[in-house]
Structure formats: C-alpha cells, structure tokens
C-alpha cells in the first residue's frame, strides 16, 4: 500500500482544525458535537480520531496553534527597523487572523472572536487548556515586551517605561477588540487603528503652562 505523504497528512489535519474551529466558534464548546465536527469536515470518525482522541484534544491545538502565530507574528516584528507601531502591529496580526480559514464562515462571517471567548468560558473548568492558555498568554506577552525594547532602543518609547507593562496592555487591547466584535460586531480593525492612532497622539500637560 502506497505510503502517505506527509503534506497529505498536514493537509488533512488542518482540515479537521479548521471545521472544529468554524463548529465551536457557531454555537459553543459544550453545544458543538464530535458528530457535528465530522458533518463539516465531510471526513469519517477513523479519520478524525487519527489525528484527535476528542473536543478536549481538538480546542488545546487550536488554541496553542493561535497562540504560536501570534508570537511568531511579534517576534518578527522586534526584528524589523524601526519596529512597527503599536497600531500597525495589533492590525496587522487582526487582519492575519481574518484571512485565516478557520476564521471565516460561509457567509463571510469572522468567527475568531466569537472562538476567543468561547475558550475564555472553557478554561475556567478545563485546567489542561487555562496550563495551555496561560502559558501561551505569557510567550505572546514575552514577544510583545521584546517589541517594547526595541521601541526603547531606538528611541521611539522612553527609557524609564516598563517593557512588561506596555506588554500586557496591548495584550489586552487586541482582547478587547475582540471581545467587542464577539458581543457587538460591526468594530473593524481599522477602527481599532484610528482609535490607537489618537491615543498615541496624546501629549502630556505641563503643570502652569499658559
């Protein structure tokens, strides 16, 4: 019998994470079947279950999949010279995230938010996937904080600013964003960009002047 080739198996693979995605991201972790999963992959279960033992299995790849090219997606921004901005760098990586396509549903919909916080409920009983969460939480800050550095280092931010601060609050920008879009939708990133944009244009007041 004719061997499998590795990139059919990658292919497959992203198959199943891909409709996993799309099912949780509709109608929730609890409510969302093996069955129903199966149904949007069109694949048999020997299929699936080759790559994945069950739901639990299958959102900890998502989520630590996610995770890793959000990192990834930093790490090389510390790289770049002079860095990208805070707003360029957290659109960037959203409008990464809307072309991916476990993101995006039939109709156009951008599911991603909708996932993001149906794995926020999730870790509060799942202690395997708030360990997966947690530690992918600090690589993606840890990636951010070296972007922070760099802004230092070439005099964008200053010297005495905390790297992990700034970290964690744009961390916490880009889930808020997210969190909006999952309960009000109709926030583009670009939105979130000129929102930022004004933000950063803010000066502080000297005390007497005028």
């Not at 080759?50 to 510390?78: N, P, W």
């Not at 960037?92 to 476990?102: A, I, K, Q, V, Y």
Request: aromatic share 8%; charged share 25%.
């Amino acid at each position: 019998m004719a061997r499998v080739s590795q990139e059919h198996l990658d292919a497959r693979r992203r198959q199943i994470l891909d409709g996993a995605a799309r099912c949780f991201a509709r109608n929730g972790f609890h409510a969302t079947s093996m069955q129903d999963v199966l149904k949007e992959v069109d694949l048999s279960a020997g299929a699936v279950y080759r790559y994945f033992s069950g739901k639990e299995e299958l959102i900890s790849a998502i989520v630590a999949e996610v995770l890793e090219t959000v990192r990834d997606m930093y790490e090389r921004a510390a790289l770049e010279s002079p860095p990208p901005l805070p707003d360029e760098l957290i659109v960037r990586t959203l409008t990464h995230m809307t072309r991916e396509r476990s993101a995006v549903s039939e109709d156009g919909e951008w599911l991603f938010p909708r996932l993001m916080i149906q794995v926020w409920t999730e870790t509060l009983r799942n202690d395997e996937l708030s360990a997966i969460l947690r530690e992918g939480f600090a690589k993606v800050s840890a990636a951010w904080a070296k972007v922070v550095v760099r802004y230092q280092e070439t005099g964008m931010m200053r010297d005495d600013v905390d790297p992990d601060a700034v970290a964690r609050t744009l961390v916490a920008t880009a889930q808020g964003f997210g969190a909006q879009y999952a309960l009000f939708g109709g926030f583009p990133p670009e939105a979130l960009r000129a929102g930022m944009r004004g933000l950063l244009s803010m000066r502080e007041t000297v005390e007497g002047a005028g």
